[in-house]
């Protein structure tokens, strides 16, 4: 079991309609932080998982849009470094501690 309980999931989707894409969009804000157009990057425990699989099954339309999942593994163990960009590197607006 690793520390912090979390995997990483890179998330991307393809939905056909403007309105459910923006609530796709919205939804997946809850979850993590956009790395790109449509994919997101989220460190999920079990449960978050499923949550995230629950909330994104009743916004879109299963016989037009298309979301994959990808587990990059414990979120502690290295997962950015499985990550790679060509070209401008996503922004990291993750939150840090700081120290006053």
Avoid: W
């Amino acid at each position: 079991m690793h520390l912090s309980g979390r995997n990483c999931f890179v998330v991307s989707y393809d939905i056909m309609d403007p309105r459910r894409l923006q609530r796709v969009h919205k939804s997946m804000k809850g979850f993590g932080e956009p790395i790109h157009y449509s994919v997101f990057r989220c460190n999920l425990t079990p449960k978050g998982r499923v949550e995230l699989i629950a909330a994104l099954t009743g916004l879109i339309k299963h016989d037009q849009d298309r979301i994959m999942i990808i587990d990059l593994g414990p979120a502690d163990g290295g997962a950015d470094d499985r990550i790679e960009f060509i070209g401008v590197r996503a922004v990291d607006s993750s939150p840090k501690a700081v120290i006053v």
